[in-house]
């Protein structure tokens, strides 16, 4: 069964990626074993700091493959190349005054309950982790909203 990822990540990022017509995403060099269980059918919904607010999903289309060209600009002084890549293609992706803020779902999502709720944003450290079938369909439905009340 595919499963639902959330991608941590700058706006920075979010924008290289954006550039990249969302056909590609990359995992930090320490992540190489989270990388190696994601498969094509997998969903990867975008989480942006700093906004703290999710941007979009995009579906897994191809195999893990290592690529060490520079896309994503990364953290100022801690360059990384983010050499664990995926061709995706977008299926719903967000203008930044159209982002969902996280804040809205926290108390909603299952992942973000192991938390204190003053803490919610600790659920969103590290740059992945999987979601259960119910906060991806949350997360599906309210980004998708989020695309129509712009629309």
């Known amino acids: 069964m595919a499963k ?30 989270m990388a190696e269980q994601i498969e094509p059918g997998d969903r990867i919904a975008f989480y942006v700091t700093g906004v703290q607010a999710f941007g979009g999903i995009v579906r897994v ?12 600009p990364g953290k100022p002084g801690k360059v990384d190349p983010y050499p664990w890549r995926f061709e995706t293609a977008p299926e719903v992706v967000l203008d930044e005054d159209e982002f969902v803020p ?31 079938e119910a906060d991806a369909e949350l997360l599906e439905r309210r980004i998708r909203a989020g695309a129509h009340a712009a629309a």
């Open 4 to 33: 639902t990822w959330v991608l941590t990540g700058s706006l920075d990022n979010f924008r290289a990626t954006r550039e990249h017509g969302f056909r590609v995403i990359g995992a930090k060099e320490g992540r190489r074993g």
């Open 61 to 72: 289309t191809g195999e893990m493959y290592e690529d060490r060209d520079k896309i994503w």
């Open 102 to 132: 996280a804040l809205e779902l926290a108390r909603e999502l299952e992942h973000v309950r192991k938390w204190p709720a003053e803490h919610w944003q600790l659920a969103f450290q590290g740059q992945l982790r999987t979601v259960s």
